[in-house]
């Protein structure tokens, strides 16, 4: 048997418990632990329990602070940034959130920074509670330098992923996230871990020639999706998560971070907007649904976040398969 | 002589008196001619005089508002909207940038929805004010629906521009503005225009098939940059600049528009937001300029805009070459 069958409750246990036996206090185990559970949960594994070492790797280190007691600081009226006190990432989210829904929904559109947090998460685990409130949001966060940028030779920007959510009343929002390289890192360090090839075009060798070998890929950097486009995208989240906020660029990150594994510390960018308050309060929502009705009408199409939410409803029934080496690594810790 | 030389006054008066002899009122022609001009003279020829048949015939068919007086709306503290009185964008975002500039400036963030315009222009022409003005700034818009969904086989997004824009002091800011189309439409009816060769995976023909046949392309439908990341982007702006607003979305404009050449009713949605109140006013722009300096340290690395600016400065000394043949059509008009 090569995998073990846990419940999502009994994964947020065993993530909360070793977190707390290395460092954290209730709260941020807490907060980490629901982010794993969740991602476990929606079916993306490379978040999931695999990413617990990382947590682990950086608590020992102590370059993060497990006891860490992330505050907000109103600096505009629409503007609300929250030091993260240098925890992780998820307790300093908690600690914006209510902030930020509430400042969206007077303002009309309001932003959250973050900064001097370790960002180690799914950026979708973070805002479906944003658009669950009703509010259209977007994130973006960078990490240390894995993409090149078009053109050029040397990784700069961090995989630099960008997500957005709509609110779609009590079912729940779309939501897409994605990195800015043509696959996630944590892709490449799932295909690593479980054999797998990659596809032409998503990486480059430690010597900048292409390859299809998760670990040369590791190594080496990772190409932007889409050309020059999907380079812009990955610059502005180096502008918006660092630069706009007074935070590290992926570059920055890179020198301070003692790489024991866990995520640097850097920033993260948020904003959301109140659809209520933008000109059409009664026709925003149907709206939306009829574009989403087009998408999915047509067969191969499909909105962004489904399969998340299918395996979300199968794993509350059913649990979660979880491979037993990344479970005995786990025990381990 | 295959081409006319003209200074970039030339152009602007040119496509004045062209706008004002078709309809417009000063205020409309004058604000139309701006950003053709300035299309021009930054070598984007697709957005250029090129187009001015384009809004010509809108004029001529009755659909647009030569005489549009486009008037503002505070929605919220920081929500400002534009109704542009069914006239074409450009004089409604005039009407909207210093109410835009002066509530990021206050609240820190703040949103200019746009709705009842026809838009016909490159998103760049319309942010570089307001990042000049000292404001981050991002802005899109959709259009007919030339673009097909990923996975699926019908067009649904518009070219769906989405532009960003950074301000650099007094230098020029950095601005990209890029189609969710691997190339924008514009760059395909220019190829029509020159008898070029599109290049793979750019487009398909009506049946579907793939072609490289600028013609065929245009009969048939685009495909999204980065696949399943830029239809997500896409989407995103169907969202924004659509239900968001309380505007049409793509599938929408196209049901109504007369489909004479020119553009459809549609919106537009722009944020901006002022690095000065995000936490670190003595250093955001040194951080930003350290991003730019790396990326253009590298070989075959370059900023987004940097084309353009060049053009600007070679126009604004020596003008633009315009084809014989674009210059006889708009004699003709």
Redesign the interface.
Known sequence: MNEVQLTIDEIKSIARDCLEGHGCNAANADAVAEIIAMAEGDGCHSHGLMRLGGYVAALKSGKVNGLAEPFT?Q?????I?VNGDSGFAPLALKCGRQPLIDAAK??????L?L?NIHHFAALWTEIEPVASAGL?VMACTSYKPVVI??????P?YGTNPFA?G?PRGSSPPMI?D?ASS?VARGEVMLAAREGHSLAAGVGVDADGNPSTDPDEVLKGALLA??????S??A??V???A?????ES?S?EAAVRDNNDGGPPQGGEFM?A???E????AQ???A??E??FE??VA?????L?GDRRYRCRREASENGVRISRSVYNKILEL
Chains 1, 2 share one sequence.
């Open positions: 600081q600096l505009a009226p629409a503007v940034r007077t303002n009309g559109i309001a932003a920074p900064v259209c940028p078009a053109g050029g030779s040397k700069l957005f709509w897409f994605q043509v999706f889409g050309g020059h486009k999907g812009s995208i610059m502005m180096e502008l918006l660092g630069a706009l906020i007074g660029l570059v904003l907007m109140n659809p308050l933008f000109g059409d026709g925003w929502n709206r939306a009829r574009l087009e998408i047509q067969d191969g199409a499909r962004p």
